[in-house]
């Protein structure tokens, strides 16, 4: 039989991007043959796709993909940072996120859409990606913008290789001037988004559950400061204010200045394009957010993977 060394245990981790407990069996399974331990990894991982579904997958990559007059994001999670550095997982959420162009932000579509070169869908690439790196992957979300008229704007947040990254913006910009002169105004809209984080574009198209939980709070506020109820509306109103101009991209302060508001910002980029410009909407993906990470501690982790 032969010796199966660290070196060796290492290389097929970096290959494949697995366990390394995982690496060390494949390799003991395939007498030291690392190209068998990939295939052994790949149809050992397979069969256990469905059992890894169910872990938390919070890592991973953003991929940005665009065409004339249209760009698309997509979110594709792993359970690790160390898959977000696999170049075959790298080379997935790229691929997924072209694919994405054609289908108008709809998962389910993009799951079902064909993968090149490989006869199965998005789906399948993806669980034949788990089978390959032992861990659960998910697609967990896309968005597309296409503007006919107009341009899209976007920006990634230090790629960690062209396309990818762990932070994107897509805006979609509303103007009648050419997309290559509204090219500037739309990547610095998307960068102003990746820094100041909007919830919506304007006051109305803000989720009104949100303002009334803020004023709620606010009252309460108020109510503690021993504040006559007489005065406390007014109060309520000129906090509101504050908040809006904190996540209401129209209201908040321009980042690369500190000082201009983003709607007189726009006014400046119209009257430089000699046509209005407007904001009909953004999507800002931040990886892993929202998503409930599990705490363990190293012991378990370890106590985990000998346990596999």
């Known amino acids: 039989m032969a010796q199966i060394t ?13 366990g390394m407990m995982d690496c060390k ?6 007498d030291g043959e690392l ?3 990939v295939d052994w990894l790949r149809k050992s991982g397979l069969a256990q796709a469905q059992r890894k579904a169910g872990r938390t997958a919070a890592e991973g990559l953003i991929g940005l993909a665009t065409a004339p007059g249209k760009a698309a994001m997509v979110e594709i999670n792993a359970e690790t940072d160390f898959v977000a550095r696999n170049a075959d997982f790298q080379t997935v959420v790229r691929e997924v996120a072209t694919l994405a162009l054609d289908c108008g932000g709809d998962i389910e579509r993009l799951s079902a859409a064909f993968y090149p070169g490989t006869g199965r869908t998005v789906a399948e690439e993806i669980t034949n990606l788990v089978a390959t790196i032992g861990e659960n992957i998910q697609l967990r979300r896309t968005a597309v913008f296409d503007m006919p008229a107009g341009a899209v704007g976007d920006y990634l947040h230090m790629p960690a290789s062209p396309g990818l990254s762990r932070l994107g913006v897509l805006v979609a910009v509303e103007s009648d001037a050419p997309a290559e002169s509204l090219a500037r105004p739309a990547h610095e809209l998307a960068m102003h988004i990746a820094a100041a984080s909007p919830h919506a574009v304007s006051r109305d198209s803000l989720d009104q559950a949100m303002v009334e939980r803020e004023r709620a709070v606010l009252a309460e506020q108020a109510r503690a400061e021993g504040k006559p109820e007489k005065i406390i509306e007014k109060m309520i109103e000129g906090r509101l204010r504050k ?23 726009l006014e400046s980029f119209a009257d430089e394009l000699g046509t209005p410009v407007s904001v009909s909407g953004f999507v800002r993906y931040q990886l892993g957010e929202g998503i409930e990470r599990e705490s363990k501690d190293f012991a378990a982790e370890v106590a985990e993977q000998l346990g596999s």
């Open 25 to 30: 069996k494949a390799l003991t399974e395939t």
């Open 35 to 37: 190209e068998a331990a």
């Open 6 to 18: 660290a070196a060796l245990v290492k290389q097929l981790r970096e290959k494949t991007g697995a």
């Open 243 to 265: 908040f809006f101009e904190e996540v209401v991209l129209l209201e908040q302060t321009w980042v690369l200045d500190g000082e201009t508001r983003v709607k007189a910002m």
